[in-house]
């Protein structure tokens, strides 16, 4: 190829290039050790002298200014490369700040933390104890029969080990008992579980929190008026409730506690099955056979258990339709606490 035929083929390709790749490939393409005018500069010992003299010196001069030419083509994409990354990351740091996305409790957590302050404020301890229980404790040690429906594996998650989920917080109340004398008063707040359909007012596994208080001479007055009071703590407001007969093997007597539903306000909706009224807790007086399943004479001391659903609590105050949000993991529902 003639020198300088060659220079104007490179030139052209030098101007056209768009980046450093691709001007180092030409680079390497023209003046690279394998390179088109490198070549022509070694091919040169095989001339005649006098030919040879003037073939290299415009094969210098073309080598010269093909170098002048990548130097100057090399400046300028650096600095176009420059201006367009000052262009694609430039921060105006007058502007005002993103503020970050910041995290918060779950509204059972909120719903948790709020019911033992109140409690805790009134004089009781929290007690905490295992999920994974033993019959003597979930069901024998508060005076549930082996006959009793509660056993039947369609209400109870029964595991191979022989032992369950526990259906109640109460086997810690038992567990506690067994360790410490009265007086007492605690609450039990955490998971249970139970084998049953599921539906806008019905999981299986949700919330509770029970309490128990024992002494010499506790009674059912004394339940209505702490759990009155709570009430009216917790909702910001009195609230309404109404005291069932009912029947539970561990309390004697028994009574469901029902409170007026604050999602439709007692009109009826699907969270109080449309009768206006929200069944909130089970309570009563502890029977004789629990306390002396623990090793207390029942008659030296009486006391109350409760239970609430944590779950129907927060559906309550936040006006929830349906317990099963709490547990989908739905971001728009979650973030609205």
């Known amino acids: ?35 088109e005018v490198t070549q022509v500069l070694r091919s040169l010992k095989n001339l005649p002298a006098k030919k040879r003299q003037l073939l290299g010196k415009k094969a210098n ?23 367009e990354m000052e262009e694609k990351e430039w921060i105006d740091v007058t502007a005002p700040g993103k503020k970050p996305i910041v ?15 109140i409690f805790q404020q009134m004089g009781f ?29 369609w209400d109870t998650f029964y595991l191979k080990n022989g032992r369950l989920l526990r259906t109640h917080t109460s086997p810690v109340q038992i567990r506690y008992m067994e360790k410490n004398q009265p007086p ?53 407001k009195p609230v309404q409730i109404r005291l069932r007969p009912s029947f539970f093997p561990f309390t004697e007597p028994s009574f469901e506690i029902d409170i007026s539903c604050l999602v439709c306000g007692g009109k009826g909706c699907s969270t109080c099955s449309r009768t206006g009224w929200v069944e909130i807790m089970g309570a009563g007086m502890v029977h004789p056979a629990v306390f002396k399943a623990v090793g207390l004479n029942p008659k030296n001391w009486q006391g109350f258990a409760f239970g609430i659903g ?11 339709n349906d317990i099963r949000l709490f547990y989908n993991g739905d971001l728009r529902f979650l973030q609205q606490f």
Do not use: C
């Not at 080598?63 to 002048?68: E, F, P, Q, V, Y």
């Not at 995290?103 to 302050?117: A, D, I, M, N």
């Not at 999981?203 to 002494?215: A, K, P, R, S």
């Open 61 to 83: 001069e073309v080598k010269n200014s093909l170098t002048i030419l990548f130097d100057k083509k090399a400046r300028q994409l650096k600095q176009k490369a420059v201006k």
């Open 310 to 320: 944590m779950d129907r609590l927060a559906m309550m105050k936040y006006k929830i």
């Open 1 to 35: 190829m003639d020198i300088f035929r060659l220079k104007k083929t490179a030139s052209g390709e030098i101007k056209r290039a768009q980046d450093l790749k691709a001007l180092n490939t030409l680079y390497k393409k023209y003046l690279g050790k394998k390179g």
């Open 125 to 153: 301890s929290v007690v905490e104890g295992p999920e994974i229980e033993t019959e003597w404790y979930n069901f024998d040690a508060l005076n549930i029969p082996k006959e009793h429906p509660a056993r039947d594996m």
């Open 184 to 236: 007492l008063r605690i609450i039990v707040p955490g998971r249970i579980f139970r084998h049953e359909a599921t539906d806008a007012s019905h999981e299986i596994n949700f919330y509770q929190v029970e309490g128990l208080m024992v002494d010499k001479n506790v009674s059912a007055s004394n339940f209505k008026a702490i759990i009155e009071e709570f009430f009216k703590r917790f909702f910001g």
């Open 103 to 117: 995290g918060h409790l779950h509204p059972l957590t909120q719903v948790k933390r709020k019911t033992e302050e």
